[in-house]
């Protein structure tokens, strides 16, 4: 590859103007799509009225946080930063959701900005240009929006923290470093598998090039970096310890979710195993309470919460020395998925919620365009790695953490500040190549970009589980569209014919309508077999009692509870 100081306008002084101009286009842009985005999921998305899930727990934690309850009970099982910011903005402007999604464009807006002066500040004022376009219309940037999701406020944060590492690592300033490792900090509260940045970053410090640098000068810069790491997750640790005498660095939810990325059925997304029933992972409070029960009846005592994620920390580890060879397919196939433009969600899914956004259906560059392009700027960078080191490190850590857990669309969303960087970088070199009559290196970087483009193609990959119609099929019925739903609860069905929840719900549907008694009563019956191969008491209850009201008294409508209902 040529070399970076011919190519690159690092050194160029930028036309003021022209610079401005840009910016403020660009950042009109991106709100624009924001607010429009918003506004066609608020008329259109059964979700947005109808939180679930993530959202729903963040929507109403913040609201116990904004009454007064601040310290709530228990070990954390969500990431805390979101909802307390969430109850800040209530306190202020209310505590409807909406306030929360008017949150996210703002949010989202400002990420553009900060996106642009990562670039800017590491490579250059047109290359911050193009990295802001593409940071104003990525598509999952503007996805994330839609819901009360902590990557609305990591993204930002993660931004920011490489503008004030990179002015750390290249100033004699022991604040900023210390600055940056509050930010750390506070990105680890949003989301904690950030954290194993923290060596990452470390390393680049000790790396760092300072004139008469001694070791002793090392320590100090890195002393100060963890010094803000430390100070910015006291708190967090402190109260985690203070309501359930539990030493819990942030979250209690690490080994189970480190279980469902490490195990025998595991397929590289977020896959709750077979012998798992959707209900126990119907949310992160069912998921949390199946995790503690189970570990605890295998040991026979109550667990504290790190006692009980230490537990399933060790039934990964256990499989993966068990079975090495599969293991390490599953690795190989987790980090071939990373690089996947199919955007595979947990509950909800990008593909699904096109059908409620104009904006999301625009031809806008995704990740397939993105993801080539950012891994040509790192490659075209290298000669020049110790410039660039702390968006290669912070790369690195977050693709470690991904593919030693799951991957899903939202958890790679954390490492695009530094990714989109990279593509504004690469393209600008691409362009440079073009207009000064380069082409040997041109053509290479074009073939090499239409290579990857087509490589990260999934054409064969689902990007959606039947619990993201089974969702989508609560929030119809619970909006009347009976119909709708229930075409939504059977192609649940068809995915996972084991589907307890997508039949209960059928059931309960198909008697409100106009389905015969012969349709319903076998629909029951499946819920019955289902229900009594796990040991579900309650909807073995459940389905006989439909079942007999069904078969005595031929009833189109039989007397139900309010807990029917599956969640």
């Known amino acids: 590859m040529p070399s970076l100081k011919a190519t690159s306008p690092i050194i160029s002084t930028p036309k003021k103007f ?3 101009l840009g910016l403020t286009a660009i950042l009109g842009v991106g709100l624009f799509l924001r607010l429009i985005n918003y506004f066609e999921i608020k008329a259109n998305d059964p979700y947005f009225s109808n939180l679930t899930v993530d959202p729903k727990l963040y929507h109403e934690w913040a609201f116990r946080i904004k009454e007064g309850d601040w310290l709530g009970s228990g070990t954390f099982n969500l990431s805390p930063l979101y909802p307390y910011v969430l109850a800040m903005v209530y306190k202020i402007f209310g505590s409807g959701f909406e306030v929360g999604h008017i949150l996210n464009v703002v949010l989202g807006t400002i990420s553009v900005g900060l996106i642009w002066l990562l670039a800017r500040t590491v490579f250059g004022w047109r290359q911050a240009l193009v990295a802001a376009f593409f940071a104003a219309t990525y598509p999952m940037f503007i996805y994330a929006g839609c819901d009360l999701a902590l990557e609305n406020i990591q993204i930002p944060l993660n931004a920011l923290l490489l503008i004030i590492l990179w002015h750390g690592l290249h100033r004699r300033k022991l604040w900023l470093l210390t600055l940056a490792g509050f930010l750390l900090a506070l990105s680890t509260l949003a989301r904690p598998n950030v954290l194993v940045f923290a060596p990452f970053a470390l390393g680049c410090i000790a790396l760092a090039r300072m004139d008469h640098a001694t070791w002793r000068s090392i320590l100090y810069r890195c002393s100060a970096f963890s010094l803000g790491l430390v100070v910015g997750l006291a708190p967090c640790t402190a109260r985690n310890w203070f309501v359930a005498d539990d030493l819990i660095l942030v979250t209690d939810s690490g080994g189970i979710n480190f279980y469902i990325g490490n195990n025998a059925e595991a397929n590289g997304y977020f896959n709750v195993p077979n012998w798992i029933t ?7 409070n069912a998921m949390h309470e199946f995790a503690t029960n189970y570990a605890q009846e295998k040991v026979g005592h109550q667990l504290k919460a790190s006692e009980v994620s230490k537990y399933w920390n060790g039934m990964a580890w256990n499989w993966i020395a068990q079975n090495p060879w599969q293991a390490t397919q599953l ?52 000669r020049q790695w110790r410039r660039f080191v702390v968006l290669n490190a912070f790369l690195c850590s977050q693709i470690f953490v991904l593919v030693l857990f799951f991957i899903s669309d939202r958890h790679r969303l954390p490492m695009g500040p530094a990714i989109i960087a990279f593509a504004g970088f690469a393209t600008v070199w691409l362009f440079d190549c073009a207009r000064n009559r380069r082409w040997i290196p041109f053509m290479l970087g074009a073939a090499t970009a239409l290579l990857l483009f087509f490589g990260t193609l999934r054409p064969n990959d689902s990007t959606v589980t039947s619990s993201n119609f089974f969702n989508l099929g609560n929030k119809l019925r619970d909006q009347g569209r009976l119909e709708e739903a229930c075409a939504q609860y059977q192609l649940a069905i068809e995915m996972r014919p084991q589907d307890i929840s997508a039949h209960n719900n059928l059931a309960l549907l198909m008697e409100r309508g106009q389905q015969s008694p012969e349709a319903i009563i076998t629909e029951w019956e499946i819920v019955l077999q289902l229900a009594k191969a796990t040991k579900d008491a309650v909807r073995i209850e459940r389905a006989q009692r439909h079942l007999l009201q069904l078969r005595g008294h031929d009833a189109r409508i039989p007397v139900m509870n309010p807990a029917d209902s599956a969640p």
């Open 18 to 20: 022209t610079e401005a």
């Open 278 to 284: 959707a209900p126990q992972f119907g949310n992160p």
């Open 331 to 382: 690795l190989a196939k987790k980090s071939w998925l990373l690089f996947s433009s199919n955007e595979v969600g947990v509950m909800r899914q990008l593909v699904l919620d096109q059908e409620f956004s104009s904006v999301l259906r625009l031809p806008l560059p995704g990740f397939s365009v993105v993801i080539p392009l950012g891994l040509i700027g790192i490659a075209i960078s290298i």
